[in-house]
């Protein structure tokens, strides 16, 4: 994947958008001597509320700042009391993360092992547990105005309405500010497209083209196949 991204990036700018932190893209993308943000134009953390342009941070907000403190505190004090009501057959902590954008909750926690991961994903497909409990905070905290997006085998995000993956277009768009330059085309892949999926909004929005995707082999398929490589 590196290495064809590499070859994609002779012939267009490329980058990536996820919920999570830099941290965790540094880990999954990156390398202990080689920094995330040295390998694609774009890097969009946390659906772009932290962002780096060719290595330099871009203006950004958090969640705290948005919400404010006490609203946050009431918000995250409830879920973790509805999460430790749950009967369900695996807990492991942490239940909760706060980033700069979003807040990302697991009812079972991040620290379960691949195996546990699979079984649990089963048992929220059967049960609807990450469902029902956003149903809950939609119908408790109508009043902070978030929307909710199921992402990765375990758990869910919540953010500001309008802090979805689409945020990052944005910083895109403000490239013609910055240095003239005008992306008219621009190719999203994703894999969460349904509704209520973290890569819905992108995948539909009218500035994207969007491509279901499978997983990564998929992806590369696809990616040659678009820019004949």
């Not at 330099?56 to 505190?73: D, H, R, T, W």
């Not at 879920?79 to 239940?95: D, H």
């Not at 049960?127 to 085998?153: N, P, V």
């Not at 005008?182 to 969007?210: M, P, Q, S, W």
């Amino acid at each position: 994947m590196h290495s064809l991204l590499c070859l994609l990036r002779h012939k267009c700018a490329i980058g990536y958008v996820s919920g999570g932190p830099l941290a965790k893209q540094q880990q999954q993308l990156g390398a202990p001597t080689v920094p995330v943000t040295s390998l694609f134009d774009f890097c969009f953390a946390e659906n772009g509320v932290t962002s780096f342009r060719m290595g330099i941070p871009l203006p950004g907000s958090s969640f705290i700042q948005k919400v404010g403190e006490a609203k946050y505190e009431a918000f995250v004090s409830w879920a973790l009391e509805y999460i430790n009501n749950l009967n369900i057959p695996i807990k492991r902590g942490p239940l909760f993360e706060l980033r700069n954008g979003n807040v990302n909750f697991s009812p079972i926690g991040q620290g379960v092992s691949y195996a546990e991961m699979e079984e649990i994903q089963r048992y929220d497909k059967a049960h609807g547990i990450r469902k029902t409990m956003i149903e809950a905070l939609e119908t408790r905290f109508s009043d902070l105005e978030l929307k909710y997006a199921i992402g990765g085998q375990t758990c869910f995000d919540a953010f500001p309405v309008g802090w979805d993956k689409t945020y990052c277009l944005r910083h895109v768009e403000a490239e013609k500010e910055r240095s003239g330059i005008v992306y008219n085309e621009i190719h999203f892949f994703g894999d969460k497209v349904h509704e209520g999926g973290n890569d819905f909004e992108l995948y539909e929005d009218a500035r994207t083209i969007g491509h279901l995707v499978m997983g990564p082999e998929d992806t590369m398929r696809l990616i040659r196949e678009l820019f004949d490589l």
